[in-house]
């Protein structure tokens, strides 16, 4: 099983500011099949970043990620007041698994 | 426009087992892959499984095989997660969510239900 390591475990920052969020596993993700959700408290998950690298539906270019193999990225370009939530990244190479998520708050 | 439309709050006892539903709409119910994640209070998130809504194939994770099982009904569009022998660690938040990609086993998840808590409970 594929295990993903989520860091920071809370991050705490101001709105404008710039988010960087790391997701690293233990072996390599085929195809980079790598996805990232944002989850608000009471909500479901929804999807940003699947593939890696490519922004889902709807989800608004302040949102990118990077990455490849077994190291991957979500920034937030420029935090909105919206934006504070958890983070989960999600492989999908290799059956499913989640990392533990990423809060971001309010500085 | 796409919905997945999941079943009320459950009660159980240890023990007992719980049935959960999904109905989706809005697109073409054998296309695409359905999962089940689920969430214990404060806690992340927690594949449990994957049915193919065209063949019934089921995947699972190894964490629930022997309790977890997985069925859908092609004439309602509804997928449903049946996990038994149930104990308090099973108290959750249960979501049905669907692949992203027609035809392909293994995507990330575009659609959410709502979600359904089953709380378990002597």
């Known amino acids: 099983e594929i295990v993903l390591t989520q860091s920071p475990g809370t991050l705490s920052l101001s709105p404008g500011e710039r988010a960087t969020l790391s997701c690293r596993a233990s072996q390599s993700v085929s195809s980079n099949y790598l996805a990232w959700y944002q989850q608000k408290p009471g909500q479901a998950p929804r999807l940003l970043i699947y593939?890696?690298?490519n922004r889902a539906t709807g989800i608004p270019d302040r949102f990118s990620g990077s990455g490849s193999g077994t190291d991957f990225t979500l920034t937030i370009s420029r935090l909105e007041p919206e934006d504070f939530a958890v983070y989960y990244c999600q492989q999908y190479g290799s059956s499913v698994t989640f990392g533990p998520g990423t809060k971001v708050d309010i500085k | 426009q796409v919905q997945l439309v999941q079943s009320g709050a459950e009660v159980k006892k240890p023990g007992a087992s719980v049935k959960v539903s999904c109905k989706t709409s809005?697109?073409?119910?054998?296309?695409?892959?359905m999962y089940w994640v689920r969430q214990a209070p404060g806690q992340g998130l927690e594949w449990m499984g994957i049915i193919s809504p065209s063949s019934g194939t089921t995947n699972y994770a190894q964490k629930f095989q022997g309790r977890v099982t997985l069925t859908r009904d092609t004439s309602t569009s509804t997928v449903y997660m049946e996990l038994s022998s149930l104990k308090s660690e099973d108290t959750a938040v249960y979501y049905c969510?669907?692949?992203?990609?027609?035809?392909?086993?293994?995507?990330?998840?575009?659609?959410w239900g709502q979600g359904t808590l089953v709380t378990i409970s002597s």
């Open positions: 969510a669907r692949g992203d990609r027609a035809s392909v086993w293994w995507g990330s998840s575009d659609y």
């Open positions: 593939d890696a690298s």
């Open positions: 809005g697109y073409t119910f054998s296309n695409y892959q």
